[in-house]
Every structure is written in structure tokens, then in C-alpha cells.
């Protein structure tokens, strides 16, 4: 499918990255590239964070992502905001290292169930840390709360990017809730 050329685009930056800058990156200028990434590596990062639930994985996911916007900026055609396009890369890239095996298998407990992190309960008294509850949740149900709740992807969108049925996203989203519920509250 051609390509429209850079000066057609009809590109929506987010009010941070001037429409300029994004024109400048899709024509190969990097500075104007390393202007985006720093307007956006700190939101790409957290997404990860919370995906993964490991900083090192974040970080291999934060640097795929970036890889990928510079190869495929010229494919943007600015239908949603800049920074949604970087999130969109950024889930993939976490799906895609899942996909591949990337990560450290899990173990199970005898019972089947992949066991939540050992985390000191989430003081009432105190600021309740929403992150580290989200860090405490299960791969399967942290991505599903993050996907959703937190980004706005619908339960078709997630079953469609991960190659899973809708219904085990949702009873995810249950079983996500229902822990976080449990941290937050005792």
C-alpha cells in the first residue's frame, strides 16, 4: 500500500511534540526523533513497568519500543495521537517478548496457580501505592487490568493483539480486581 509522502500526513501530535518535530523524525532527522523519544519514554516506561511487572523487562520492552517507532515512523499516518502510537508499539513489544519466550518461566504452586509476589501488605494509614499492587498481580491478570482499566482497551482488542479468547481476558480482569481488592485493603 503507498505511502502518502511526510508533508501530507495528517498527524495529531500530542501538544508536547510539535507537528514539525514528528514531520522532521518521518524524513530521517534525529534530533527531532530523540525530541519525541524524551517527551515520551517516561509514559512508555510506567506501561511497561506495569505490564511486565520487572524493570529489566521494561527496560529490553522500552528499547524494543523506541527501535520500532524510528524503523516504522514513516508508517504513522496520525489517525490517533502520536503517543497512542507509542503505546500501541509499546504492548506489542511486551507481547511480542512474551510471545518469544523472553521471559523467565514462572513456577507454579501445587495448586496450578502462579503464586503472587511476596509484598509487604499496602498500608490503609499510609499513600496506598495502586503500582506496587499492580506489580503484586499475576502476569495473566496484571495485563489484563493494565490493558483495560488502565489504558482503555477493549476485551476484544486484548483477545485480538494476544491470540487468546475474549472470556479469558475478562475472567482475567475478575480475578485482577478481586486481588487487587485484597492488597488494597488489608
Known sequence: MPHEPAAALPIDPTPLVP??????????????FERIYRTHVGRVHALC??????????QDAVQETFVKAWRRLDTFEGRASLSTWLHRLAVNSVLDRKRAGKRRPEMLSEDG???????????????????RAIATLPEGAR???????????RH?????????????WRAQLHRARRLLREVLTR
Open 19 to 32: 507537528r514539525e518535530t514528528v514531520r522532521a523524525a518521518v524524513e530521517g532527522d534525529l534530533a527531532a
Open 49 to 58: 513497568v506495569r505490564l511486565t511487572g520487572n524493570e529489566d523487562e521494561a
Open 113 to 131: 496457580e502462579v503464586p503472587s509476589p511476596a509484598v509487604a501488605p499496602i498500608s490503609i494509614e499510609g499513600a496506598i501505592d495502586l503500582e
Open 143 to 153: 495485563m489484563a487490568f493494565v490493558l483495560h482499566d488502565v489504558e482503555g482497551w
Open 156 to 168: 476484544r482488542e486484548i483477545a485480538a493483539a494476544t491470540g487468546t479468547a475474549e472470556g479469558t
